[in-house]
C-alpha cells in the first residue's frame, strides 16, 4: 500500500512563494507518475501538475504554467511542487497522488490511484 504525505502547505501573502513536499512510502517510488492536484470550496479536484517516471516530462494546467514547477527526487521518494507568484485563486487544499499507468487522461482524479491526505495553501490578497 503506498502511502503519501503532503506538507509545506501555509498562509502566504499574494506574490510570494511556497514549496510544498509529498514524501512516499509503502511501494516503490520510482515506479509510479507523481502530480499534485487542488480543491478550493464549493469546487471540483483539479490537475495542477504532473511528472513521469520515464524521462521526467511535466505537465501543468493553463492556470498554473509559468509559475509551479513540479520536480521530483527518487532517491529520498520525494515529489516536489514549488510554486512562484502566488495568487488569492491559488487558495485550496493540495493533494499529492500516485498514477500507476500511463493516462491519457492525467486531468482527472479518477486516473490517480493513491493520494494524500491534503494540504492547505491560503494565499491572502
Known amino acids: 500500500q503506498v502511502q503519501l504525505v503532503e506538507s509545506g502547505g501555509g498562509l502566504v501573502q499574494a506574490g510570494n512563494s511556497l514549496r510544498l513536499s509529498c514524501a512516499t512510502s509503502?511501494?516503490?517510488?520510482?515506479?509510479?507518475?507523481m502530480g499534485w492536484f487542488r480543491q478550493a470550496p464549493g469546487k471540483e479536484r483539479e490537475f495542477v501538475a504532473r511528472?513521469?517516471?520515464?524521462?521526467?516530462?511535466?505537465y501543468y494546467s493553463d492556470s498554473v504554467k509559468g509559475r509551479f514547477t513540479i520536480s521530483r527526487d527518487n532517491a529520498k521518494s520525494t515529489v516536489y511542487l514549488q510554486m512562484n507568484s502566488l495568487k488569492a485563486e491559488d487558495t485550496a487544499v493540495y493533494y499529492c497522488?500516485?498514477?500507476?499507468?500511463?493516462?491519457?487522461?492525467?486531468?482527472?482524479?479518477?486516473?490517480?490511484?493513491?493520494w494524500g491526505q491534503g494540504t492547505q495553501v491560503t494565499v491572502s490578497s
Open positions: 511528472i513521469r517516471l520515464i524521462g521526467w516530462n511535466t
Open positions: 509503502g511501494g516503490t517510488f520510482g515506479s509510479y507518475n
Open positions: 497522488a500516485a498514477e500507476l499507468k500511463n493516462s491519457g487522461n492525467y486531468h482527472s482524479p479518477l486516473s490517480w490511484e493513491y
